[in-house]
């Protein structure tokens, strides 16, 4: 499970996004990169990382159901994840 440091600073950087989203598209618009530069690098959308929703696991994200594979698998085998069943042939 990842510290809660690091889901608290993934938090802060969707939001600081969110704040300058329209902000660095009007200046992307105009061509001025030299206030894009002075952004916040935060600001930056490029710098989000897929999270797990529950753990908080960055690595092996399944993003239809947006969690990792463990929490997935987890879910799967109790059956709190509708239409999943275990493969057995």
């Known amino acids: ?4 440091a690091w889901k608290e600073r993934d938090k802060r950087k ?5 704040k300058f ?4 598209a009007e200046l992307k618009a105009k061509g001025d ?5 002075k952004l916040p690098k935060d600001a930056s959308p490029v710098r989000l ?3 797990c929703k529950l ?3 960055r690595r092996s994200y399944i993003r239809k159901f947006g969690v990792s594979r463990l929490t997935f698998r987890e879910m799967a085998l109790n059956g709190l ?3 999943v ?3 057995s042939w």
């Open 14 to 18: 969707r939001e600081t996004v969110v």
């Open 55 to 57: 753990s908080g696991r």
């Open 85 to 87: 069943t275990k493969a």
């Open 33 to 37: 990169y030299e206030g894009l530069a």
């Open 81 to 83: 994840i509708p239409g």
């Open 1 to 4: 499970m990842a510290k809660k």
């Open 49 to 51: 990382t897929n999270r």
């Open 21 to 24: 989203a329209a902000r660095r």
